[in-house]
């Protein structure tokens, strides 16, 4: 049987990442990259789609906990006989990755089961498994994977085991490195050097970090597990670390989440802006102008972690998904997707970068207006919105909304930074989109605004209206719109999108509450002037975190489960942005509808 989704704690080295679930079993990591094929895919079937587990035997309590400010991951396990630590992390990558393990032994003699199968492409492939000098090779295709440990190990019915003792003071490696299986494999790796390696490095990157202090913990993991899911070599920021792990249990809302999404953009950017990293805004901000350069009638809506544009979308059948939530599907059709929103997002990025000092080249504003030229002659068709509906095109009020975002911050541009613009035409766009968005997004009967014009359906993207700077919060329209969501999109204290029985989006109805618009609410009640009915969200929203702090995209809130890919990016994101906002004058939510 699965383990919940808040049972796995993430361990990585900022190319990919693993899933190490409670009970001690790796099930689920990609290798080489985040989007590679996975080795470890139990997360989406059972055992014999790849696993590694590694804990004692018997009925041991287990309790974790990550090492102060870092990704390496501590499991003690205590029984009668006596207690055993199990170290997990992914060190900091130099030639191939490295995933090591250490069995520590703290108390008494304890005995413990390793049970390693491996099985590539998402647990389709079987390698052939030989011995080697301290340990074994796996070859498949073009992976290789290499286990060192001083323990026997044996081979039964395609997988790889062992049992063995551990005892006071005794110390147990497991070390297992891909590489390309047309080389030979790296030199071996000192486990424990590489263990204290990685919590130096992990504690250097995360002391900078400027958080207040009654949060300052929970900030501090939120982005540590941002760095995490950073793709090192290019600065792109995943999404999630999965795939299609439902966003309603048993259902079909499974999405590949292993790409980097437009609509993150600027929320990340403050983020890490307003925490003290600038480097990794710096880095994502090239990730972004990279990925986009092109024909401006082009631009995506996500793309891979080096920027990759085709992303096609498949099913694998022989996977029967997580807790039976089928189809499993790698890559995102979405990617083909119309939405305006993403044009906002990327001239509000560069504006802002432009704010805190990010130069880049003068090339960059040339392709911004390449964007606002393109976005003039073609906003008004209708879009799928930011929640990528896979029903019909409308005229969604977000995304109108976010045209405006868009050419607002071209015209800042020129204002405060003395670019070449078309500065009149702009502004009188500016006003038009303005004034269509109020006339034909809101609806006066409902004291709100609405999904999409013509329409009398809510939509949380909604939120984000003040948070931009279209309308104060105080604006009455923006206050009723508040409400109305309140009234109707929040389910035991938490957001929902839309209504997925009312929206027509193409999926059979059915999906948990949307974190990230959740902490959209609360920057709404601080803006407000309700910053205590903020703080309680903001506390409802941190005890949904699992024991090592970690959140997915949705909380089911009858099955009082998370729910969707994990960790979520955009959860974090949200985190540490309405934390910002509860603890400073001006956080990011002033200060974005403000500049």
């Given at each position: ?7 796995y ?30 080795c ?27 090492r ?66 301290g ?36 110390r ?10 047309n080389e ?14 990685s919590?130096?490095?992990?504690r250097?990157?995360a ?30 920021i995943?999404a ?28 990340t ?17 090239e990730?972004?102008?990279r990925?986009?350069?092109?024909s401006?009638?082009e ?7 080096a920027g ?17 939530a ?6 995102n ?38 964007l606002?030229?393109y ?31 868009a050419?607002d911050?071209?015209i ?9 613009g ?6 009188a ?11 034909k ?12 014009y ?14 931009v ?7 009455p ?8 969501i ?42 407000l ?12 929203l ?27 990016a ?8 309405t934390?910002?906002n ?5 956080g ?8």
């Amino acid at each position: 049987m699965t383990p919940p989704i808040e049972d796995y704690a993430l361990i990585g080295d900022c190319h990919t990442a693993a899933l190490v679930a409670r009970d001690g079993s790796i099930d689920w990591l990609c290798l080489p990259r985040f989007d590679s094929g996975a080795c470890f895919a139990a997360l989406l079937g059972a055992e014999e789609h790849g696993r590694w587990l590694l804990r004692p035997r018997g009925d041991l309590r287990a309790r974790r906990a990550y090492r102060e400010s870092t990704l390496v991951l501590e499991t003690e396990w205590e029984g009668p006989e006596g207690s055993v630590t199990v170290i997990d992390c992914m060190p900091p990558r130099t030639i191939e990755p490295d995933l090591v393990r250490i069995v520590i032994g703290r108390r008494g003699r304890v005995s413990m089961r390793m049970q390693l199968i491996l099985r590539f492409d998402y647990g389709s492939i079987a390698p052939w498994v030989q011995q080697m000098d301290g340990g074994i090779r796996a070859i498949a295709g073009p992976d290789a994977l290499v286990l060192r440990t001083p323990v026997a190990l044996r081979g039964e019915d395609l997988t790889t085991v062992a049992e063995f003792d551990v005892a006071e003071g005794e110390r147990v490696p497991f070390v297992l490195t891909w590489h390309p299986s047309n080389e030979p494999p790296p030199p071996p790796i000192d486990a424990d050097r590489a263990v204290e390696l990685s919590a130096a490095w992990w504690r250097e990157w995360a002391q900078p970090c400027r958080a207040g202090p009654r949060w300052r913990d929970a900030v501090v993991r939120s982005l540590v597990t941002l760095k995490a899911l950073t793709f090192a070599p290019t600065g792109g920021i995943v999404a999630a670390a999965t795939t299609s792990l439902p966003e309603q249990l048993g259902g079909v809302r499974n999405w590949d989440y292993r790409y980097c999404w437009l609509r993150d953009a600027t929320f990340t950017l403050y983020a890490l802006l307003i925490s003290g990293y600038r480097d990794e805004a710096r880095a994502w901000r090239e990730w972004l102008l990279r990925a986009v350069a092109g024909s401006p009638s082009e631009l995506q809506i996500m793309y891979g972690i080096a920027g990759e544009r085709r992303l096609t979308e498949l099913e694998l059948p022989w996977l029967p998904g997580y807790g039976g939530a089928k189809p499993v599907r790698i890559g995102n059709a979405a990617s083909r997707q119309l939405q305006w929103d993403v044009y906002g997002e990327v001239l509000d990025t560069m504006h802002q970068c432009r704010r805190h000092g990010l130069e880049g080249a003068a090339s960059d504003w040339a392709l911004e207006r390449a964007l606002m030229e393109y976005l003039e002659s073609a906003w008004d068709q209708p879009d799928e919105g930011i929640w990528e509906v896979r029903g019909p095109r409308q005229a969604f009020t977000h995304s109108r909304m976010m045209v405006w975002v868009a050419v607002d911050r071209a015209i800042k541009s020129i204002e405060r930074f003395g670019l070449d613009g078309p500065l009149d035409r702009w502004r009188a766009l500016r006003a038009a989109v303005h004034d269509e968005v109020c006339a034909k997004g809101f609806d006066p009967t409902l004291n709100a605004f609405v999904q999409a014009y013509g329409s009398r359906l809510l939509d949380a993207s909604l939120l984000m209206m003040p948070l931009v700077g279209f309308l104060p919060a105080t604006d009455p329209r923006v206050r009723g719109t508040v409400a109305a969501i309140e009234r109707h999109l929040v389910r035991d204290g938490f957001v929902a999108r839309y209504s997925t029985s009312e929206t027509q989006d193409g999926l059979p109805p059915g999906e948990g509450a949307f974190l990230a618009c959740t902490f959209w609410l609360a920057d709404n009640l601080i803006l407000l002037g309700r910053r205590a009915e903020a703080e309680r969200l903001f506390e409802r929203l941190l005890a949904l975190r699992n024991d090592v702090g970690l959140l997915s995209e949705e909380y089911d809130v009858q099955a009082r489960r998370l729910v969707g890919n994990f960790p979520q990016a955009f959860s974090h994101v949200g985190l540490v942005n309405t934390a910002h906002n509860l603890a400073l004058h001006e956080g990011p939510a002033d200060d974005r509808r403000r500049h």
